[in-house]
């Protein structure tokens, strides 16, 4: 009888093994539903969440392209601002479309927020700026048109004045003579043939003038062929000068001791390459000074 115990109480075991089994059954069953529905609810809050937050974005883009199209033309002073605005959101539109946290979207849109409301500040200065400076103008524009129907008489004299003063004390190169140049050792005579020049001459006379400051004075020679190429040794900058505000190659310059009297002056232009014929047709020859033009010349070659 003490053997056969044991044997009745198997039953009892697995009944409770069962009902435990069972209950953790159950217990995970609904410890799943319930994490589903969880995950469903974060699901559909952070899809609400990405919606508010492309509700923001997509607000603050609108009322900053009001803002450009209001000020008009003046926004393109803040080009480079704008520029900015629209990196920042695309930057955040792309995060929205793909991987996202919230928070750190939230402060994206919260710093691009402060950029805008900065843009807007801006543009609201220039445009009080602008319109002070309109009304400013437009009160030195009445002033001045006042002050020069007072004083027309007096500037055209004022004027013609300047212009007989500068005119004068302008020199100018009298006599030019350029030609072209056989040269045979020391000797050199005078030709207008092609392939026999072998350098150019230009002589003149620097005219008297005592309202010129006396000093060192520098004439730059332009020496054009017939196609319009200047004659130079070479095409750096160390063979340009400036006239009137443009700079011009040159293919001779000289300095002179200038003491307010006439002096007569030659220079000479040598072919860069002497087995090689100059270009037949006419050629023209500019003087300069002081940044102006005091005398042309011209000569031919067959």
Same mark, same amino acid.
């Given at each position: 009888?003490?053997?056969?115990? &044991?044997?009745?109480?198997? &039953?009892?075991?697995?009944?409770?093994?069962?009902?435990?089994?069972?209950?953790?059954?159950?217990?995970?069953?609904?410890?799943?539903?319930?994490?589903a529905n969880?995950?469903?609810?974060?699901?559909?809050?952070?899809?609400?969440?990405r919606t508010?937050?492309?509700?923001?974005?997509n607000a603050?883009? /609108?009322?900053?392209?009001?803002?450009?199209?209001?000020?008009?033309?003046?926004?393109?002073?803040?080009?480079?601002?704008?520029?900015?605005?629209?990196?920042?959101?695309?930057?955040?539109?792309?995060?929205?479309?793909?991987?996202?946290?919230?928070?750190?979207?939230?402060?994206?849109?919260?710093?691009?927020?402060?950029?805008?409301?900065?843009?807007?500040?801006?543009?609201?200065? !220039?445009?009080?700026?602008?319109?002070?400076?309109?009304?400013?103008?437009?009160?030195?524009?009445?002033?001045?048109?006042? #002050? /020069?129907?007072?004083?027309?008489?007096? /500037?055209?004299?004022?004027?013609?004045?300047?212009?007989?003063?500068?005119?004068?004390?302008?020199?100018?190169?009298?006599?030019?003579?350029?030609?072209?140049?056989?040269?045979?050792?020391?000797? /050199?005579? #005078?030709?207008?043939?092609?392939?026999?020049?072998?350098?150019?001459?230009?002589?003149?006379?620097?005219?008297?003038?005592?309202?010129?400051? &006396?000093?060192?004075?520098?004439?730059?020679?332009?020496?054009?062929? &017939?196609?319009?190429?200047?004659?130079?040794?070479?095409?750096?900058?160390?063979?340009?000068?400036?006239?009137?505000?443009?700079?011009?190659?040159?293919?001779?310059?000289?300095?002179?001791?200038?003491?307010?009297?006439?002096?007569? !002056?030659?220079?000479?232009?040598?072919?860069?390459?002497?087995?090689?014929?100059?270009?037949?047709?006419?050629?023209?020859?500019?003087?300069?000074?002081?940044?102006?033009?005091?005398?042309?010349?011209?000569? #031919?070659?067959?």
């Open positions: 009888m003490t053997e056969q115990a &044991p044997k009745k109480k198997k &039953p009892i075991i697995y009944i409770i093994l069962l009902a435990i089994l069972l209950f953790l059954v159950l217990l995970l069953g609904y410890m799943y539903i319930n994490t969880k995950v469903e609810d974060m699901t559909v809050e952070k899809e609400m969440m508010e937050l492309q509700n923001e974005l603050l883009l /609108q009322e900053h392209n009001e803002v450009k199209t209001n000020y008009g033309r003046l926004s393109d002073t803040l080009a480079s601002r704008d520029s900015l605005i629209q990196a920042n959101a695309s930057e955040i539109k792309q995060l929205l479309n793909y991987k996202w946290e919230y928070f750190q979207i939230k402060k994206k849109l919260d710093r691009l927020r402060d950029v805008a409301k900065g843009y807007v500040n801006q543009m609201d200065s !220039l445009y009080r700026v602008n319109e002070d400076l309109k009304q400013e103008n437009q009160r030195i524009r009445e002033n001045f048109k006042t #002050e /020069q129907v007072k004083n027309v008489t007096l /500037q055209e004299q004022r004027t013609e004045l300047e212009t007989i003063v500068q005119n004068a004390s302008v020199l100018r190169a009298y006599n030019i003579k350029s030609t072209g140049i056989r040269q045979r050792g020391s000797r /050199q005579k #005078e030709t207008d043939k092609a392939n026999r020049a072998d350098r150019v001459q230009v002589c003149f006379t620097l005219g008297e003038n005592m309202l010129v400051k &006396p000093g060192t004075k520098t004439v730059y020679f332009r020496i054009s062929r &017939p196609d319009g190429i200047v004659l130079v040794y070479d095409t750096g900058d160390e063979y340009t000068f400036m006239a009137n505000d443009t700079k011009l190659q040159y293919s001779i310059k000289r300095d002179v001791k200038y003491e307010g009297k006439s002096m007569d !002056l030659c220079v000479y232009w040598d072919k860069k390459d002497s087995d090689e014929s100059a270009m037949e047709g006419r050629y023209l020859v500019s003087v300069y000074m002081d940044g102006q033009i005091i005398g042309e010349s011209s000569f #031919e070659l067959r």
